[in-house]
């Protein structure tokens, strides 16, 4: 072989191995970054279209203590929040206690949200009992809501002269009728306190947070405008409930409730507070005991029997039974309903 074949070997040789160096590290890198990690922080990078760090693109953790206020941050905190929510589908929310996990999952959030007004019985204790290195920010939503008095709403019905009875089942709350949610009117309050709340930890996003409460703004009024309306045509203005959690929907659209339990569905009345009840029904022209979901109807099925009538659904909207959940109902689904029973029931 001739000296000048030998320099033209060693040169290909050699341009050969640099390409495969180059080749191997260029391999390297695309290994590193497929990482689960890396594939993440890609992908949140590319759907925000800009180059910002995962700190910047991570939605915020918001817990609630129960499903509306759920719905609300969710819908109003779309893409920028990942909300929980406390209390499963299934369980009604006032059996529910915490546990140690959940003082955990809200110690590691950055805003939590309750509805107080005596809804959860709980909440003092597990605020003190958040972890002391947590950074949450907790937030009473039911605050700028006029509260009724829960034993005045109990002494207006039937139930008069059993003010004993009444103020214990006030008691519960504190005296105070919590139910706030269950009014469209009330639920715009809801909303606003939400949005903001999420403005207050997330000042960032304030222009889309204000954008999507607008939207559910939008839809809250439209329902509040069909309960005016249809409510305000109906020949019977009385609503037989086996919970008392219907006092803010009655208050604001000219209904009158008469409860069979108090405001905890647990509460058992009286046999005698059924007969009365039962009069009371046959006296005006009651035509359907309505039940909920998430507790026995068996009360309501005696009474509805006793006084000759039928029973329907009306949902006090404090969480969503598993079917429910599964085929995609939501607090303002629930609410139409709310609104055609009750629109049928007082024909």
Known sequence: MSKASKKIRKASLGMLLTAMLLFAAACGN?????????????????????????????????????????????????????????????????????????????????????????????????????????????????????????????????????????????????????HTWVSPKSALKLAENVKNSLIEVDSANQADYEANYKAIIAKLEAIDGEYTAKLGQTANKNIVTSHQAFGYLARDYGLKQVSIMGLSPDAEPRAQDLLEIAKFVKANGVKYIFFEELVSDQLAQTLASEADVETMVLNPLEGLTNDQEKSGENYLTLMERNLQNLVQALQ
């Open 30 to 178: 695309n290994t590193e970054n497929t990482s689960p990690a890396a594939s993440a922080t890609n992908a949140v990078n590319t759907s925000n279209g800009n180059s910002g760090t995962d700190e910047a693109a991570k939605p915020i953790s918001v817990v609630t203590s129960f499903y509306p206020l759920y719905f609300l941050a969710s819908e109003i905190g779309g893409s920028h929040v990942a909300a929980v929510n406390l209390v499963a589908a299934g369980v009604e929310p006032h059996d529910w206690t915490p546990k140690s996990r959940d003082l955990d999952t809200a110690s590691d959030a950055q805003l939590f949200l309750y509805h107080g007004a005596g809804l959860e019985g709980w909440v003092d204790g597990f605020l003190k009992g958040l972890s002391k290195d947590s950074t949450v920010v907790t937030k009473e939503i039911s605050t700028g809501i006029t509260l009724l008095d829960g034993s005045e709403e109990e002494h207006e019905d039937e139930h008069e002269h059993e003010e004993e009875h009444a103020d214990e089942e006030a008691h519960d709350h504190g005296g105070l009728d919590p």
